[in-house]
T-cell receptor, first 116, second 114 residues
């Protein structure tokens, strides 16, 4: 079955530091890949996505590249801010035509805390 | 555009009471997912629907939990009778079936069973 593994947290950084949160996956075929962010007291929000190999998703200064050869989708940001403090989830969905009806498989989440 | 709307946002009730959580999906979305989130177990998928039909309820923890989707614009998750270990944040998410389609989450219902 499908699975997603994220680097263990929590991750604590100073403002303006470089961020990497590792994500690797196991899936058949070519899944779509997502990063979601959850701020305190809120639901998960889509941060970025990539639907095929070598695609780069980007949003709000965050980037992730779909690497089929290493089955990875690592999240990066060049300079984090205090407002980036949140929980980050990596997820995948089955390729189109599968029977999962848009079901997502999530990683366990990584807590990020950014200090001033 | 209105997102996924969940109600109530907070619910506090006593053990043994019936609890009903509600979800209004984004108009046009044909898949709906119910999740539970706790510190201990993380994010768990309970059940999901496509075109109002339940597809997989293998994540529903016990027979005390039930979910319905009577039409395309409304779904409920019911717990009867409730127990303290059901305390969690329950999320509803909706989306479209298709390659690369994300799910859109509501803000959740924070449930506390005393």
């Amino acid at each position: 079955g499908n699975s997603v593994t994220q680097m263990e947290g929590p991750v604590t950084l100073s403002e303006e530091a470089f961020l990497t949160i590792n994500c690797t996956y196991t899936a058949t075929g070519y899944p779509s890949l997502f990063w979601y962010v959850q701020y305190p007291g809120e639901g998960l929000q889509l941060l970025l996505k990539a639907t095929k190999a070598d695609d780069k998703g980007s949003n709000k200064g965050f980037e992730a590249t779909y690497r089929k050869e290493t089955t990875s989708f690592h999240l990066e940001k060049g300079s984090v801010q205090v407002s980036d403090s949140a929980v980050y989830f990596c997820a995948l969905s089955d390729p189109y035509g599968g029977t999962s009806y848009g079901k997502l498989t999530f990683g366990q989440g990584t807590i990020l805390t950014v200090h001033p | 555009d209105a997102g996924v709307i969940q109600s109530p946002r907070h619910e506090v009730t006593e053990m043994g009471q019936e609890v009903t959580l509600r979800c209004k999906p984004i108009s046009g979305h044909n898949s709906l997912f119910w999740y539970r989130q706790t510190m201990m177990r993380g994010l768990e998928l309970l059940i999901y629907f496509n075109n109002n039909v339940p597809i997989d309820d293998s994540g529903m923890p016990e027979d005390r939990f039930s979910a319905k989707m009577p039409n395309a614009s409304f779904s409920t998750l019911k717990i009867q009778p409730s127990e303290p270990r059901d305390s969690a944040v329950y999320f509803c998410a909706t989306g479209m079936r298709g390659a690369g389609q994300p799910q859109h989450f509501g803000d959740g219902t924070r449930l506390s069973i005393l």
